[in-house]
């Protein structure tokens, strides 16, 4: 049953929002008219799996999951919740449950890792990036990078470095077309990028006249060039770092991310009646 089916009856509410989808064979996936419940949330259903996920990903059915947004245990933190494991193992660890991830994960769909390099004797561990390349080797598609900007960093000294201010949000895909919903998380422009391309635009009417590419170069003199020719003014696309304060720790659980890291995601790279899943449940805040 998907999320439709179980608002029948429910009262409905008409909430436009501009469509988009760089794949056009799924942008009949997003619908004009969203129901929602009288508080402006669409009504979801939500099933946990207690146990292992090492040992229960495969009650899962092959392809059935559109989107995985995920925070597993860093490598030797918080061994008082997970137990901890070492840096040197951790990709040996992780890859018996990216392999069932990849298996569950549709063609289409998409996996987000929020994960974080460890110090170590006064430098980064490179456990991240080796799980990378290692993801790479499994089949994944290592297609972006997000940053997640932590507007609240806790505080502290080090003698090797500064304040740790950000962690990765990898994407993985399992081929190149996956489904993504750009018009989704579009924002409106700042001033300054109102400002600069109404500038633009308003050389490249003179330019254009005179047969040019609709370009706008650099005044920097880089060398490099925008096309301003179509850019909107209403709306754009956010850039890939999402800023967000950390959430208060938790008495039950030690590691909570922000609602806003799921929310983002499930925006851009799910329409309605879509699974999500969180094989590392945490404290629920994919849910």
């Not at 099933?47 to 899962?60: N, V």
């Not at 059915?61 to 061994?79: E, F, G, H």
């Not at 430098?123 to 997000?146: M, N, P, S």
Request: charged share 25%; aromatic share 10%; glycine share 8%.
């Amino acid at each position: 049953m998907d999320a439709f089916e179980q608002l029948r009856g429910a009262k409905t509410y008409d909430v436009t929002y501009r469509r988009h989808n760089m794949f056009d064979e799924f942008a009949d996936r997003r619908q004009e008219v969203r129901l929602l419940t009288p508080n402006g949330v669409l009504k979801t259903s939500t099933q946990i799996i207690e146990g292992d996920c090492r040992e229960r990903l495969g009650e899962l059915a092959n392809d059935s999951v559109d989107l995985i947004v995920t925070s597993p245990p860093y490598a030797d933190q918080r061994q008082a919740t997970y137990g901890g494991i070492k840096a040197d193992k951790y990709v040996e660890w992780f890859l018996p449950i990216s392999g069932e991830l990849l298996r569950v994960l549709k063609p289409t769909g998409t996996f987000i890792l929020n994960i974080k390099e460890k110090s170590e004797d006064g430098e980064r561990h490179t456990y991240v990036i080796d799980l990378i390349k290692a993801l790479r080797e499994q089949g994944w598609r290592w297609t972006e990078e997000f940053i997640w900007r932590k507007t609240s960093a806790i505080p502290g000294k080090w003698r090797t470095r500064l304040r740790d201010g950000w962690e990765r949000l990898l994407q993985f895909n399992k081929t190149f077309h996956f489904a993504m919903y750009q018009e989704a998380v579009m924002r409106p422009p700042t001033e300054s990028t109102i400002l600069r391309a109404k500038r633009a635009q308003t050389l490249l009417k003179f330019r254009v006249h005179k047969g040019s590419s609709g370009k706008h170069h650099s005044s920097t003199g880089s060398g490099f060039t925008r096309n301003y020719a179509n850019q909107s003014l209403e709306w754009v696309l956010p850039d890939n770092v999402l800023e967000l304060s950390t959430e208060p720790v938790s008495q039950k659980h030690s590691a909570v991310f922000p609602k806003g890291i799921p929310e983002f995601f499930i925006n851009l790279f799910t329409a309605e009646g879509d699974t999500v899943l969180d094989p590392f449940l945490g404290s629920g805040t994919t849910g």
